[in-house]
């Protein structure tokens, strides 16, 4: 079992910045693919971010988000920049044990409970 707690949310302006952080626990790090997928009101849960020893994200937020990890502090983190109110959304963090990169929803076995980030224009 993998358990993935999600932090950093809140609420800002427009054309701010962000940091998220997922801590991991029950299994060796480094031997996991953490992935970040988010949420809005009334839409389905979309990939966001993906990461093993190289990133993959998805067009929306290439060149915007950044998506690291520690292996040292079991941590990955998502930094988003130039916010916008499309961005509104439960981030939710995931995991599943490392292959190809992948954005497929089903195919990640752990998630966190979310954190929530609000963009205000």
């Known amino acids: 079992q993998v358990q993935l707690v999600e932090s950093g949310g809140g609420l800002v302006q427009a054309g701010a910045s962000l940091r998220l952080s997922c801590a991991a626990s029950?299994?060796?790090?480094?031997?996991?693919?953490v992935a970040w997928f988010r949420q809005a009101p009334g839409k389905e849960r979309e990939f966001v971010a993906t990461i093993t020893w190289s990133p993959y994200y998805a067009d929306s937020v290439k060149g915007r988000f950044t998506i690291s990890r520690d292996n040292a502090k079991n941590t990955v983190h998502l930094q988003m920049n130039s916010l916008n109110s499309e961005d509104t959304a439960v981030y939710y963090c995931a995991a599943r044990s490392v292959g190809p990169l992948t954005r497929a929803r089903g195919l990640y076995d752990y998630w966190g409970q979310g954190t929530q980030v609000t963009v205000s224009s």
């Open positions: 029950g299994r060796t790090f480094s031997s996991l693919e």
